[in-house]
Structures are given as C-alpha cells and as structure tokens.
C-alpha cells in the first residue's frame, strides 16, 4: 500500500530524457541538473540558441540533442519527438513544461489571451501526448512529468485563465496514470509553487515561500527518483494551498480574499505560480 506510485528511477547515467520548455525557467534548469547527474537530454522549445547554449559541451559529446520546437504545431513535435527517437532509440522520460501565462481577472478579460493561454497549456501537451503515448505504450516502460501549478488546486485572483488551463493538466495527470500504471509506465505531476524565473521576476507582489529555480529542479529530480506521482514544492507552501482547496466553499472564498487582498485592479503581466 505504501509502496511508489511510479518506478524509481535510481540511475541517471545515460538516462535518455527529452525535456519541451527547456530554453529558461525550470525547464532550462532541470536539464543543468540532469546533464550534471550524467543523463542524456533532449532540448526543445521554440527558440533553438538558447538551447544550444545550454547544451554546451554535452552537444558534441553526444549526450545532449537541440530539437526546436512550437508545440502548437501538432506536426512539428511529431518531426522532433522521431528525431529524438532515431537518435537515441528510445525516450526514457519525457518532461513537458512548456506553458505560458498572462495575469487576468473577470473585468479585464481578454478573448484572444484567454485562447492562447488554454492552447499553449492544454492544446500544446496533447500535441505532446499523440506522440509519446505510443512509444510509451509500446515500450511498456518509461515515465511522463507535466509541469502544472498550484494555481490548479483552486481558483486564484490574476489566474482567471491560467489557473483553469493548469486545473485540466492535474485531471489529465490523475487519467493517464490509471490508465499507464498497469502496463509499467510512469506518471508524475508535477505542481511547483513560486519559483524564481523570469516571468515571476516581474511579479509586483509578495510571493510565498519563493524558490530558487536550481532548487526546484532538484526537487523534481528527487520525485523522479522515489517515484512520486505529485511532485510540489515548496511543502509549506503546496500543503497549506490543499489544505485551502478542502474548505468549505464560503470558507474558501473568504481566506483566499483576505489572504490575496483580492479586489478590481488593472491587470498586468505578471506570473502565478
């Protein structure tokens, strides 16, 4: 009863792993951290320098791959996800974080960011899905992570539109595992609180338990390896957000209010977790 959720991984060394949102943020620093533990790391993401520069080393050496890629464009990450596979023979995890977000409450509602929001967060990782399930199925083996948020737990001042689009990733995580854990394959969800990047660098507010973005990348690479299906830091963070989720409606509504101070407000770019 008490055993992982998911297959451990206890051996990065040559661990074949392809990260999509890996040009900055989390995703640029998980693949540091796993290039440093040994892995072998396939890099995608829209803009291709970034990626190469920071594959570095690891380029020529052959244990890093550049595979540019709009995850809204279903056909390209079928071209990058077979040009990993025909270098590599195989994907061993596959790490989706690419995701965007814009600040937006009910009085400023914007239709076209709205869409874009839900089609780089859902629709992007279905393009991801119609690929590696598949190979995932046909492997018998092997692990998925979707980076979510904590901004899926419950609804959020400024997360109008993101926090929904981060919502349907936690469902669709809790899905694919019961239907992936019985034929041996991995499932991980993971729903990071603030971290440093450069999206919350622009944040106008005070942000709880902010994380180090090289900390967080090792508190996913530690979930990885003692097979947790949710990965979420920080703890006291995460923890008392679904402590929050389990109240009471009118509960609920008041804490977050009061906490957030929520009230009308213009609407800027800013980041949630």
Same mark, same amino acid.
């Given at each position: 009863?008490?055993?992982?959720?998911?297959p451990? #991984?206890?051996? /990065? @060394?040559?661990?074949r792993?392809w990260?999509?949102?890996a040009?900055?943020?989390? !995703?640029?620093?998980?693949?540091?951290?796993?290039? *440093?533990?040994g892995?072998?790391?396939?890099?995608?993401a829209?803009?291709? %320098?970034?990626?190469? %520069?920071?594959?570095?080393?690891?380029?020529?050496? !052959?244990?890093?791959?550049?595979?540019?890629?709009?995850?809204?464009? =279903?056909a390209?990450?079928?071209?990058?996800h077979?040009?990993?596979?025909e270098? /590599?023979? &195989? #994907?061993?995890?596959? +790490? /989706? +974080?690419? &995701? $965007?977000?814009?600040?937006?409450?009910?009085?400023?509602?914007?239709? =076209?960011? =709205?869409?874009?929001?839900? @089609?780089?967060?859902?629709? !992007?990782?279905?393009n991801?899905?119609?690929?590696?399930?598949?190979?995932?199925?046909?492997?018998?083996? !092997?692990?998925? &992570?979707?980076v979510?948020?904590?901004?899926?737990? &419950?609804g959020?001042?400024?997360a109008?539109?993101?926090?929904?689009?981060?919502? *349907?990733?936690?469902n669709?995580?809790?899905?694919?595992?019961?239907?992936?854990?019985?034929l041996? +394959?991995?499932?991980?969800?993971?729903?990071?609180?603030f971290?440093?990047?450069?999206? $919350?660098?622009?944040?106008?507010?005070?942000?709880? *338990?902010?994380?180090?973005?090289?900390?967080?990348?090792?508190?996913?690479?530690?979930?990885? %390896?003692?097979?947790?299906?949710?990965?979420?830091?920080?703890?006291?963070? $995460?923890?008392?957000?679904?402590?929050?989720?389990?109240?009471?409606?009118?509960?609920?509504?008041?804490?977050?209010?009061? #906490?957030t101070?929520?009230?009308? *407000?213009?609407? $800027?770019?800013?980041?949630?977790?």
């Amino acid at each position: 009863m008490f055993s992982p959720l998911n297959p451990r #991984i206890t051996r /990065w @060394q040559g661990h074949r792993v392809w990260i999509v949102g890996a040009s900055s943020g989390i !995703g640029a620093a998980l693949a540091r951290e796993l290039l *440093a533990r040994g892995a072998r790391v396939a890099l995608s993401a829209r803009r291709e %320098e970034p990626l190469r %520069e920071l594959a570095g080393a690891a380029l020529a050496e !052959g244990r890093a791959l550049v595979q540019p890629v709009d995850v809204l464009d =279903a056909a390209a990450v079928r071209v990058a996800h077979q040009a990993v596979l025909e270098q /590599w023979q &195989g #994907i061993d995890l596959v +790490v /989706w +974080v690419a &995701g $965007t977000y814009q600040s937006m409450r009910a009085f400023d509602f914007d239709l =076209a960011a =709205a869409k874009r929001i839900m @089609q780089v967060n859902v629709d !992007g990782l279905l393009n991801g899905l119609a690929c590696v399930l598949p190979m995932l199925i046909s492997q018998r083996a !092997g692990a998925i &992570g979707i980076v979510s948020s904590v901004a899926g737990y &419950g609804g959020l001042p400024r997360a109008l539109v993101y926090g929904p689009s981060k919502a *349907a990733l936690n469902n669709l995580a809790q899905s694919l595992y019961l239907d992936l854990h019985p034929l041996g +394959v991995g499932v991980h969800l993971i729903n990071p609180g603030f971290v440093e990047t450069p999206l $919350t660098d622009l944040n106008d507010f005070e942000m709880p *338990a902010l994380m180090p973005v090289e900390a967080a990348a090792r508190r996913m690479v530690e979930g990885f %390896e003692q097979g947790r299906f949710e990965i979420h830091f920080p703890r006291r963070f $995460t923890l008392a957000l679904k402590l929050l989720s389990l109240l009471p409606h009118r509960l609920y509504f008041a804490l977050v209010g009061r #906490i957030t101070g929520a009230r009308p *407000a213009a609407s $800027t770019q800013t980041a949630a977790p």
